[in-house]
């Protein structure tokens, strides 16, 4: 499987823009790119995904590079309620589950 | 209220012991997973359901046995477990078309176990 590498840990203040980067060098023309988050005390919960093209949902916005081998996590205003590990997987059509790796730790100041 | 409801919230264990984990989901999912969450590592898969059949075991050991009764209920029997068991274990839940690809999966909030 593709792997992704992630920032351990980023921090930003309330209503800012956050941007998460993804780094996938080895990403093939089969997977596709998700995001999860995990609040504390809570299992992931789906964030956003995509395959080639930038996608938007009413919880974030997906910035997928041209080559594809990186991708942006864009949460428009943060709040604190933000405050979680953000996971970028790579995901093949038919794979059964998901591999997480470490994600990122974002930390939301007031 | 991520309708995937996992019991016990807290569960303490002798190494002796058989317990057993519950999930149940409301969301009219066909595939159901079983994932352990370690301090300081990754989520790993241990198991997948789709339609009731077992579809993966990722080398999870025989102490850790899975039962799948039907689409909405999701069971982790747990026997002679050791103290490096002690987890986060989740259950998740998706649609199981074409994968984790175009169904997100569903996680409830965890059973956390301690084995003493």
């Known amino acids: 499987d593709a792997k992704t590498t992630q920032p351990n840990s980023m921090e930003s203040n309330e209503e800012e823009p956050v941007h998460l980067p993804c780094n996938h060098s080895?990403?093939?023309?089969?997977?596709?790119i998700h995001w999860y988050r995990q609040l504390p005390s809570q299992g992931p919960e789906y964030v956003i995904h995509?395959?080639?093209s930038n996608v938007n949902n009413r919880m974030a916005s997906l910035a997928i590079a041209e080559d594809r081998k990186s991708s942006t996590l864009i949460l428009h205003r943060a709040t604190l309620r933000d405050a979680a590990v953000y996971y970028c997987i790579l995901i093949k059509w038919g794979a059964d589950g998901l591999t997480f790796g470490k994600g990122t730790h974002l930390i939301i100041q007031p | 209220e991520t309708g995937v409801t996992q019991t016990p919230r807290h569960l303490v264990m002798g190494m002796t012991n058989k317990k057993s984990l519950k999930c149940e989901q409301h969301l009219g999912h066909n595939a159901m997973y079983w994932y352990k969450q370690s301090a300081k590592k990754p989520l790993e898969l241990m198991f997948v359901y789709s339609l009731e059949e077992r579809v993966e075991n990722n080398s999870v050991p025989s102490r850790f046995s899975p039962e799948c009764p039907n689409s909405s209920h999701l069971f982790l029997h747990l026997h002679t477990l050791q103290p490096e068991d002690s987890a986060l274990y989740l259950c998740a839940s998706s649609q199981g078309d074409g994968g984790a690809v175009n169904s997100p999966l569903h996680f409830g909030n965890g059973t956390r176990l301690t084995v003493t």
């Open positions: 080895t990403i093939s023309g089969t997977d596709y």
């Open positions: 995509g395959l080639t």
